[in-house]
């Protein structure tokens, strides 16, 4: 997998087979150079300036927000520029040869292995689940193994990155699966009059009850409200607000300015 030192334009959470990496083959094409980096290579690159763009996952429909969330939050100036869901139609991936009879390890992220869980149960209940840091390295060990008692849970892109075969498709596809990745880029998009923008306010419980009636006063529509630890006091947080609206409509321009301290993550189209 490629290290910080590497330029990389567009970059993703590698390696190559995760869902991250078709969430940037379904954004950008198949045409335009994208690079996999790992989770603290990824923040590096961003935050140095070599990526212009990554591509993160942050929440699921299964698990609510990822581990990735909080790097983002860490990071000094992240610019949220795209946001992007797809329902997640896993692949049972294996090598040549392999049959359902064959699989004793199943092999995937834990999130993957939370959201394909009734498929499990039903088809293969007696498959050991192991974790791996993603989907694409669980194919790639796979591939590595030669194995017909392993297989791995992941995209379909992930057979013909590692030369493997589906044993079964479109696992658990439908709207109780769905992961949402932001974009992170440097340029704030232009309004297109239906956009959202994600705040971040870190407070008490308090500060929110004032942060949130503040935003509603203004007229703001809010959507959705995520906590995440301060990692400074038990009792203050970090909480993600997504709101209707963009940060140069006159309205939410406004009212920031009576919320001192909220950050800007980004304001970008709104597609889901």
Sequence with gaps: MSRPDTPAKIAYLGP???????????????????????KEALFAAYASGQADKICVPVITSTVGVTPYLDPILALPAPCIVAEYARQLDYSLLANRGATLDDIRNVLAHPIAHAEVKPWMDRVLPHAGRVHTATNGAAAQE???????????MGPRVG??????????????????????????????????????????????????????????????????????????????????????????????ADVLTHCPGTRVLGSYPRTC
């Excluded at 190559?16 to 980096?37: E, K, M, V, Y």
């Excluded at 796979?142 to 791995?152: D, E, F, I, K, Q």
């Excluded at 529509?221 to 409509?249: C, M, Q």
């Design 142 to 152: 796979v591939a590595r193994s030669g194995s017909l008692a392993m297989a791995s």
């Design 159 to 252: 057979a013909a990155v590692y030369g493997l075969v589906s044993l079964a498709d479109g696992i658990e596809q439908g709207p109780h699966n769905v992961t949402r990745w932001w974009v992170l880029g440097r340029e704030t998009p232009a309004p297109t009059g239906h956009d959202k923008s994600t705040l971040c306010v870190e407070t008490d419980d308090e500060g929110l009850s004032t942060a949130l009636a503040t935003l509603v006063k203004g007229g703001i529509r809010l959507l959705t409200v995520y906590e995440r630890p301060s990692r400074r006091s038990l009792d203050t947080h970090r909480y993600v607000i997504d709101v209707a609206g963009h940060r140069g409509d006159a309205a939410l």
């Design 16 to 38: 190559a087979g995760t869902w991250s990496h078709q969430a940037c083959l379904d954004l950008f094409g198949r045409h335009t150079a994208i690079t996999p980096l790992d």
